[in-house]
C-alpha cells in the first residue's frame, strides 16, 4: 500500500503501524490502494483525524449517519441499554428493545407489511427477503418458482446470494458469474422501449420466478442512477398480473434519504417484502429487518415443521442495536428531518448546477438527500479521493461517480465547503 495522504507512517500511532499489515481492507486492490486514514473520533458531520485534521463527511458513513455522529440521544439509549442487557439470544425469547421496534417499523410502513425478521446487515436482509420469496412458493408447492427476476445496475449485496441478482456485467461481481445461482436480468423499465422488455421477460420466466427484486428511486452503488415513481408503480402491476412477489431493497432509500420515510411511498404502492438497514440505527450499530406482508408470513404458518422460515443469525435482533434503531425514530418523530432533507435538495440542486458546464461531466443530478455529479470516466478513483482530503472534506467517488448522501443536521457551512470542493477538485 501506498504511504496515506499527508502522513509519514512514522507519525502514525503504534495501534495504526502494528495492526495495518493484518488488515483486509473493502473495495480496495491491497498492492497499490493508498493507505487508509486513521480517524479519531467522530462529532456531528465531522471525522478527525489522529494528525489533528478535521474532514467534513460528504457520504454519513456509507449513507448511515443520518442525524450525524454521536447523537447525545442515541448515545443515551445505547449507554442505558447496555447497563440492562447488551445481548440475549432472540431464539424462544424476545425483548422489549425488538418488539418495541418492530411495532414501530410496522406502523410507520405503508400497507400491511406487518411481520418483522431482524438481521445485522443489509446484505443477510436481502438474502433473507430471497429465501421468504423461494419458500413462500415452495410452501405452496410451486417448486418450480426459485428465481428472481433483477435489474441491470442493480446491487443488493456482497453475499453469494445477493451478487446473483446483482448487475451481472456492470457490477462489481461480475468475476464470480460461474459460481452464482442464474436469475432472469432485465433493464429497467423507466421508458416505453425498456418497459416493453421487462414485460417481455416476465411473461416468458412467470412460471420460474418467486419475485421481483429492485431498489425503488435510486440505484444506489450502481452509480445513483435514478428512476421515477412511476416505474415502481409498472413493477408493482406488472407483479400483481403475473402472480410474482415484489422485494423493495429499501437499505439505501428508507429513512428519509429520498425525501420520504420511505421511497416507495412515492409512488403510492406497498411490495409484498422490504428490507431496511444502514440508516436504520442512524450509523450506530449494525442493524436490518426484513419485513413482510401478511399473506407472505401466512404461507409459511403449518402444521408441517418445514414450512417454517430457518433462518437465525446469532446476534438477530441484538438488543443493543434495537436501542439504537428506537432512539433514531425519537428523533425523526421529534426533530424536522426531512424538512432538513428537503432543504439539503435545495442547496444541491444550486450548489451543484455549475458543475454541468466543467469537462468531462456526463450529467448533474440530484434527489433529497442525495447530489451526483456524474463524469464521462474517473481514472484513477484512489487519486480523486485524495484531493478531496486535501480539500478537508471526505467525499469517496466510485464508478464514474462524484456524490454527496450528508447527514441530514448537516450546517450549511459544512455542505458548501463539499460543494465548493467538488466544484474546485473537478475543475
Not at 131 to 152: D, V
Amino acid at each position: 500500500m501506498t504511504e496515506a495522504s499527508g502522513s509519514s507512517l512514522s507519525s502514525m500511532p503504534e495501534w495504526y503501524t502494528q495492526g495495518l499489515p493484518h488488515i483486509w481492507l473493502p473495495y480496495s486492490q491491497m498492492k497499490t490502494a493508498s493507505a487508509p486514514l486513521a480517524a479519531a473520533h467522530t462529532h456531528n458531520t465531522r471525522i478527525t483525524l489522529t494528525d489533528g485534521r478535521e474532514l467534513v463527511d460528504g457520504v454519513a458513513a456509507w449513507w448511515t449517519a443520518c442525524h450525524g455522529y454521536n447523537h447525545p440521544h442515541i448515545r443515551q439509549a445505547v449507554c442505558q441499554q447496555m447497563e440492562t442487557m447488551p445481548h440475549v439470544m432472540f431464539g424462544g425469547m424476545v425483548h422489549e428493545p425488538a418488539l418495541r421496534l418492530a411495532s414501530r417499523l410496522c406502523a410507520m410502513l405503508p400497507g400491511d407489511l406487518e411481520r418483522v425478521f431482524f438481521t445485522d446487515s443489509g446484505s443477510v436482509s436481502v438474502e433473507v427477503a430471497m429465501k421468504m420469496a423461494i419458500q413462500y412458493r415452495l410452501n405452496k408447492e410451486q417448486n418450480k418458482r426459485t428465481k428472481m427476476l433483477a435489474f441491470r445496475g442493480g446491487y443488493h449485496g456482497d453475499t453469494l446470494a445477493t451478487m446473483s441478482v446483482c448487475d451481472p456485467e456492470e457490477g462489481m461481481h461480475h468475476l464470480y458469474g460461474a459460481a452464482l445461482m442464474e436469475h432472469v436480468i432485465s433493464p429497467l423499465p423507466v421508458d416505453e422501449a425498456s418497459t416493453a422488455i421487462f414485460l417481455d421477460l416476465l411473461a416468458k420466466h412467470a412460471h420460474e420466478l418467486a419475485a421481483i427484486i429492485t431498489e425503488p428511486l435510486v440505484q444506489g452503488a450502481g452509480g445513483m442512477l435514478f428512476h421515477s415513481p412511476q416505474t415502481l408503480r409498472t413493477l408493482r402491476k406488472a407483479a400483481d398480473d403475473h402472480d410474482v412477489l415484489l422485494i423493495l431493497d429499501e437499505i439505501f432509500t428508507g429513512f428519509g434519504r429520498t425525501g420520504t420515510m420511505f421511497a416507495c411511498q412515492q409512488a403510492g404502492i406497498v411490495p409484498d417484502i422490504i428490507t431496511l438497514s444502514k440508516a436504520l440505527t442512524g450509523g450506530t450499530m449494525a442493524l436490518a429487518a426484513t419485513v413482510a406482508r401478511r399473506h407472505v408470513f401466512e404461507a409459511f404458518l403449518a402444521d408441517n415443521p418445514e414450512h417454517a422460515l430457518m433462518h437465525g443469525p446469532t446476534f438477530m435482533a441484538n438488543p443493543l442495536a434495537c436501542a439504537c434503531a428506537n432512539a433514531s425514530l425519537d428523533l425523526f418523530e421529534t426533530e424536522p428531518r426531512l424538512q432538513q432533507v428537503q432543504d439539503i435538495n435545495t442547496f444541491l440542486t444550486e450548489a451543484l448546477e455549475p458543475c454541468r458546464t466543467l469537462p468531462g461531466v456526463k450529467d448533474v443530478r440530484t434527489l433529497g438527500a442525495i447530489g451526483v455529479v456524474e463524469l464521462e470516466k474517473i481514472n484513477n478513483p484512489d487519486a480523486l479521493r485524495q484531493r478531496f482530503i486535501a480539500e478537508g472534506v471526505w467525499i469517496r467517488p466510485f464508478r464514474n461517480i462524484v456524490y454527496l448522501t450528508p447527514a441530514f443536521t448537516i450546517e450549511k457551512q459544512d455542505l458548501r465547503k463539499l460543494t465548493d470542493a467538488i466544484y474546485k477538485v473537478l475543475s
